[in-house]
Nanobody, 126 residues
Framework: QVQLVESGGGSVQAGGSLRLSCATS????????MGWFRQAPGRAREGIAI???????TVADSVKGRFTVSQDSAKNTLYLQMNSLKAEDTAMYYC????????????????????WGQGTQVTVSS
């Protein structure tokens, strides 16, 4: 059973920083994708930063250069460092994970992710 618990959200002024954490219990076996998604009110959920079992990272253009995803395997924790936050970054942020098929790279689409956390709210005021 895979469980994900996000933390670190909050309210911050534009230009500020936050670091989100996702504590995980039990990765999918073998190859996996893991990452961060967000959903703003009235908008579809979007993938913003992902990492796979080989350490390969993909970051959405909307946050490239501002957000960094990393993982501490020893602590079973995934992180999202968010710098230079903007009002449009306001959203509920979720971490998610799922198995990766051999020869297939992880993407920012949701189809590979079948385990989700409950989310943590990030609010950026301008």
């Amino acid at each position: 059973q895979v469980q994900l618990v996000e933390s670190g959200g909050g309210s911050v002024q534009a230009g500020g920083s936050l670091r989100l954490s996702c504590a995980t219990s039990g990765y999918p076996r073998g190859r996996y994708c893991m990452g961060w998604f967000r959903q703003a009110p009235g908008r579809a959920r979007e993938g913003i930063a992902i990492i796979d079992d080989l350490g390969r990272i993909t970051v959405a253009d909307s946050v490239k250069g501002r957000f960094t995803v990393s993982q501490d395997s020893a602590k079973n924790t995934l992180y999202l460092q968010m710098n230079s936050l903007k009002a449009e970054d306001t959203a509920m942020y979720y971490c998610a994970t799922g198995s990766r098929r051999i020869g297939v790279r992880c993407t920012l689409g949701e189809s590979a992710y079948n385990y989700w956390g409950q989310g943590t709210q990030v609010t950026v005021s301008s």
